[in-house]
């Protein structure tokens, strides 16, 4: 059974995944009008439907107004083992 984590990310961005089903998605939203671009960097642990733990990671820009972005999308998965840990910073 997989839930849906809220992200630890700066006030201009929220994010939100989960892992079932056999996969994981990472979806995030700028969410601050008025704050610059945001570059962010994920890691996330996940269980593998084999029994093994993977760390997945990687990197995104969201502009201002970006909604529902698909920054994370993979399968092989049943659970996630930690909530997705998300950190941004503006960029000028």
């Known amino acids: 059974m997989g839930y849906a984590f809220p992200a630890a990310a700066k006030d201009a961005v929220s994010c939100g995944g989960a892992a079932m089903l056999g ?3 990472l979806n995030c939203s700028h969410v601050q ?3 610059p ?3 962010c960097t994920f890691s ?3 269980h593998t439907m084999t029994g093994d733990q993977k760390i997945v990671e990687g990197s ?3 502009p201002p107004g970006a909604s529902n972005v698909q ?3 993979g399968s092989g998965f049943d659970s996630a083992l930690s909530n997705p840990i998300v950190i941004c910073r ?3």
Request: aromatic letters at 20%; charged letters at 5%.
């Open 44 to 46: 996330w642990a996940l």
């Open 71 to 73: 920054v994370y999308q």
């Open 60 to 62: 995104f820009s969201l």
């Open 33 to 35: 009008p008025k704050a």
């Open 23 to 25: 996969g994981a998605q």
């Open 90 to 92: 503006g960029s000028h």
């Open 37 to 39: 671009p945001q570059f």
